[in-house]
């Protein structure tokens, strides 16, 4: 299964007391699972940097970053996808480019916004702590 994560739940992992933080760690942790294909889109790489840097050192975050190159699919957004969010009727145009990578090569997102992606994709959108319940509900974790 390919999943895409939205960068929030990227951010979960890294910055300290988040609320999705365990159900996120969690699942990250599923990744050696082989039913289970991670994926991120290329701004979420340069998201995550943006957002860490008040929060953890920056050796912590090339850490992780430096994971996420090595055993996840980074997808990269391009033009199709710009073109494809600005035709969007999402409100956050960021998230509509994540939708637009997602759509591509994923079969489902799991983000802890919801509200922006459940109604502008055909893919099914799951929370992290969602996401754990259906992959335990499946017998995959």
Excluded at 58 to 84: C, P, T, Y
């Amino acid at each position: 299964m390919k999943v895409f994560l939205d960068t929030n739940v990227v951010l979960d992992t890294i910055i300290p007391g988040r609320p999705s933080q365990m159900a996120s760690t969690e699942l990250i942790n599923l990744g050696y699972i082989p039913e289970i294909r991670f994926r991120i889109s290329s701004l979420s790489i340069a998201t995550t940097v943006y957002c860490c840097r008040k929060y953890v050192s920056k050796e912590q975050v090339m850490a992780r970053i430096d994971f996420i190159n090595k055993e996840w699919q980074i997808l990269s957004v391009g033009h199709i996808d710009i073109n494809e969010a600005l035709n969007s009727e999402c409100p956050d145009y960021e998230d509509a480019i994540q939708i637009a990578a997602a759509n591509a090569e994923s079969d489902v997102i799991v983000t802890n916004d919801k509200k922006h992606f459940t109604l502008y994709t055909s893919l099914p959108v799951y929370t992290p702590a969602e996401f754990l319940q259906k992959l335990k509900a499946t017998q995959i974790a």
